[in-house]
Every structure is written in structure tokens, then in C-alpha cells.
């Protein structure tokens, strides 16, 4: 232990009656450099006039959320006009052969794409989250497949999930303002690309009244995800109609409406004030109902968050919304403890609850982007008491296999040589095993080699089960 370990043994200090002296604030340590507290420093600068065809475009226009709609990069073409003058032929070249192998299709906002760093474009955590590139693609993991969570298996209606025993998860249209590379949904969101056809989940009367019927037929389920694609996409008498339909089925006893839109165009809460005031609309009557409507979002790391997030999240606030934040980690995004930490506290700081961090699903074409569950749990260490219990997020891995969200530190047994990690989920599905595995980048070279053996794959995932199961038992 080092020097610094208090003796256990020690008498505690006492304070004698009318010790005034001993009363006044002692200072245990020096009080911070506010200089330090960064997660404060909350852009306002017009960082968007660097991108050469928005030099001219002023704040009003920039946060107009029709001009960042009709201004989204929605095709690598659009990307590089727009960029072409700020990176090298190498970046355009690598970038369009990312693409070309991605299963997503491309969108991205005006607001983010401004926020990416273009000195640094390589190395720029919002560009690794975003854009894929060639050079830094990795081939699969061989235990992948495209929808990994295995939502369609629970799927009594399309597009409707109803794993856990009180709450379903219900994909309400299946376009997003953003495409993410690491979403679990490729197999759904976004038009078919080059290398993936999709299921259709579109929002159709059909389907959605479907939805609706189940929901009501079923009086355990107490809570919905409202999801996609994305809750922005939804026009504001969509948010209304899906908001009272849920509201009028008697059980339902809360739900959220699912959005990365306010990390990725915070300007729509600023100016579509159709859409703001449905979703007030919503909030306000299930209040009166006794039920809990919020809205759940996704930064992902600390540079999404500007001045206008703050001013975004302050119109949510004010109106009594309450925002929760999940995060994926993110190898070369955020998976470090200092940039979770700075995450935590700039959410804290406007106002979003940080609720889980996700280990990065199996995801096809992510393989880059994946972490181990180590480095999960490295970071959930440091994290936990760096501010409120309630502003730290739980980290967790969405089972494959549709063993739902588990505690990454609850696993049965976790092989750091293999990868392999095996969970359970008794409430979800009892008796069954779960398993997650680790990217192979990060494993030894002769446990890559392994795992590209059929036979040795076989026994590794054998021997990780009959591990686990005796650990169960
Ligand atoms: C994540 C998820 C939910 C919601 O789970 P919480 O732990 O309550 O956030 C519901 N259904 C499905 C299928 C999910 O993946
Ligand atoms: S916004 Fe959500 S559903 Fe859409 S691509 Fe991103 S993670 Fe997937």
C-alpha cells in the first residue's frame, strides 16, 4: 500500500467545546483552477463558417433546423464537395472506399460535420463516430451477424420488440437525421446500401396500428421505447398521435421517445416550435395522467456538446422534460476515462442524465469501433464517484443473442486471452447463456489465428459455455 493509506488504528480527532479555531474551514486541498473545469467551456464561436461553402452563412440561418435538414450530407459526393478544400486527396480516397464498404447509408448534419475537426480528420473522434475510412476498417469478428441483438426474433409485430417481461421497444419509422456506423439497427434504418438489404420498418398506418394493438392486448407492459430510426424524423402530429395513442392504453405507464437528434442538430429544440410543443403536449397530459414521458438521447462525446446544446436542453428544462443520455463506447472516440468523465459532467452540467454506456454491439463494419468488455470496466471504475451516483451511467452489454442489457461487471465468466464473455439474463430469458466476444484487434496474434480456425473457435466458445454453466449451477 502506499504511503498515503491512512493507519486504520488512529484515534479520530475530536474538537474541544468553544474551539472557534478548530471550527474555521480548513482547505484539505487547494481549491481547482476553475481554468480546469473545461466541461464548462461550451462553444458559442461560429465554427461552422470554416466549412468553405458555410463561410457566409450567419448564426440565425445556421440554426434554422430546415437549413440543417436540406443542408445534410447525405451521399459521400455531398461530403466531399463539401470538404474537398480542407483535406488531402489521400482523406477523399480513403473516405470514399470506407463508404463503399459500410452497411449504413450516409447522413450527417450540418452541425456535426462543422464540429469535426478537418486539421485533424484521421484521428477526430466525431469523424472516427461518423465517417467510416478504408484504412482503418477491420474485418469482422467471425462470431457476428448483422441484426446481433436478434430484436426481429422478439418481434411479434415488425418492428416492435417485446423482449423483456413490462416493456417493448417499438421502432416507429426507420429514418434518422444522422446515420450512426456503430447503430445495431443497420439491419433496419437507412435505404438499403451496397453491401446490405433492409427490413422494412417504415412508418405505414398499417403496421402502426398493429403496434398499438398489441401493446393494448398485453396489460404487463408498462413502458415503451419509442424509437426507429428516430423520434426527430417524426413529423409533430406523429409525436402527438403515437404520444396519445400510448397514453390512452390504460397499462402504459411510461415511455420515451428515443433521439440522437439532440446531439446531432440541438437547433431543431430552438426553432421547430411545432415539434417542441407536441412533444410538450405529450409530456403535459401524461403528467396529468400520472405517467412519465421523456426523452432519451445519445452524445457520445463531449465535443457534440456546444453552447446550443446547452440552450436546447434549457427549452426542455424549463418545460419540466427530463432527458437521459445513452452512450456507446467507442474505440478512439471515448473510450477513456478522461473523456466519459468530461462526458458526465458536461451532460450534468446541462441538465441530460447520463443512464447507460453501452460496450460497442457486434455490428457489421464496426469492428474498428468495438472495445473489449476491460475497457469497459477500466472506465466504469474511474467514472463512479467522479460526480453524482445519479449522473453516472451504467455500463452495460446488450447480450447477443437477445439476452437483453446486462451490468458488464456481471458476467459469469469473463476469458481476457479468448474474448469471451458470458453472461446470463434470468429475467429475460432464464436458463439460457449469453456471450459477448472481444474485438480481435485486441487480442494476442496467435488468438487472432485461433479464432480464425473453425475447429479452435469451436472449442473456445465450447470450452467459455461449460465454464460459465458450472459457475450457474
Ligand atoms: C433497451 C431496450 C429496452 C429498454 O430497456 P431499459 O433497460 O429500460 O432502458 C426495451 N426493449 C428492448 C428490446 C431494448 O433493447
Ligand atoms: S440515430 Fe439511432 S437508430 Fe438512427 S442510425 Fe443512429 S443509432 Fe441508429
Not at 452497411?103 to 486539421?119: E, G, K, Q
Not at 446500401?193 to 396500428?209: F, L, Y
Not at 403515437?242 to 397514453?247: K, Q, S, V
Not at 456538446?305 to 436542453?313: F, L, R, V
Request: aromatic share 8%.
Amino acid at each position: 500500500m502506499s504511503a498515503s493509506q491512512p493507519d486504520p488504528t488512529a484515534e479520530p480527532r475530536t474538537i474541544a467545546a468553544g474551539d472557534d479555531e478548530a471550527l474555521r474551514p480548513r482547505h484539505l486541498r487547494p481549491p481547482v483552477d476553475p481554468a480546469t473545469l473545461t466541461w464548462r467551456n461550451l462553444r458559442r464561436d461560429a465554427f461552422w463558417q470554416r466549412i468553405p461553402g458555410w463561410a457566409e452563412v450567419d448564426e440565425k440561418t445556421f440554426l434554422d433546423h430546415a437549413w440543417q435538414d436540406r443542408n445534410a450530407i447525405t451521399s459521400p459526393k455531398k461530403l466531399i464537395a463539401a470538404v474537398r478544400d480542407l483535406v488531402g486527396s489521400d482523406f477523399i480516397a480513403d473516405v470514399e472506399q470506407g463508404f463503399h464498404h459500410a452497411p449504413m447509408s450516409v447522413r450527417i448534419t450540418p452541425y456535426i460535420l462543422a464540429l469535426m475537426d478537418w486539421d485533424h480528420p484521421y484521428v477526430d473522434p466525431l469523424r472516427r463516430q461518423f465517417l467510416p475510412l478504408a484504412s482503418q476498417l477491420q474485418p469482422d469478428h467471425p462470431m457476428l451477424t448483422l441484426d446481433s441483438l436478434a430484436e426481429q426474433a422478439d418481434a411479434p409485430v415488425p418492428g416492435l420488440t417485446h423482449r423483456y417481461p413490462d416493456k417493448a421497444l417499438f421502432l416507429v419509422l426507420d429514418t434518422c437525421p444522422v446515420y450512426c456506423r456503430f447503430c445495431t439497427r443497420s439491419y433496419a434504418v437507412g435505404g438499403s446500401t451496397d453491401e446490405v438489404e433492409k427490413v422494412s420498418i417504415k412508418a405505414t398506418r398499417a403496421r402502426w396500428d398493429a403496434a398499438f394493438q398489441y401493446l393494448a392486448e398485453r396489460p404487463e407492459i408498462e413502458d415503451v421505447v419509442v424509437s426507429g430510426g428516430d423520434a426527430y424524423r417524426l413529423k409533430p402530429e406523429q409525436v402527438r398521435e403515437i404520444g396519445d395513442r400510448l397514453l390512452d392504453i390504460p397499462h402504459i405507464r411510461r415511455f420515451r421517445y428515443a433521439t440522437k437528434g439532440p446531439a446531432v442538430m440541438p437547433m431543431k429544440l430552438l426553432t421547430d416550435q411545432a415539434w417542441l410543443d407536441a412533444l410538450t403536449a405529450v409530456v403535459d397530459r401524461g403528467r396529468k395522467l400520472g405517467k412519465e414521458v421523456v426523452l432519451h438521447t445519445h452524445f457520445a462525446h463531449p465535443n457534440e456538446i456546444t453552447g446550443y446544446s446547452e440552450d436546447a436542453m434549457q427549452r426542455l428544462f424549463e418545460r419540466g422534460i427530463t432527458v437521459r443520455n445513452q452512450a456507446v463506447l467507442q474505440n478512439g472516440v471515448n473510450d477513456t476515462a478522461e473523456t466519459m468523465i468530461e462526458l458526465g459532467r458536461r451532460l450534468g452540467y446541462i441538465n441530460v442524465h447520463p443512464y447507460y454506456v453501452y460496450i460497442h454491439d457486434l455490428v457489421r463494419g464496426t469492428e474498428d469501433l468495438r472495445t473489449t468488455v476491460a475497457r469497459g470496466i477500466r472506465i466504469e471504475k474511474r467514472l463512479r464517484g467522479a460526480t453524482a451516483g445519479f449522473n453516472t451511467p451504467t455500463f452495460v452489454v446488450d447480450a447477443p443473442g437477445g439476452g437483453g442489457k446486462r451490468d458488464v461487471h456481471s458476467f459469469e465468466h469473463y476469458d481476457r486471452e479468448t474474448g469471451i464473455s458470458v453472461y446470463t439474463a434470468p429475467s429475460v430469458k432464464e436458463g439460457r447463456l449469453f456471450m459477448y466476444f472481444d474485438p480481435l484487434a485486441e487480442l494476442s496474434p496467435a488468438m487472432r489465428a485461433a479464432w480464425g480456425d473453425p475447429k479452435l473457435r469451436h472449442e473456445m466458445v465450447h470450452d467459455a459455455l461449460a465454464t460459465a454453466r458450472q459457475r450457474t449451477i
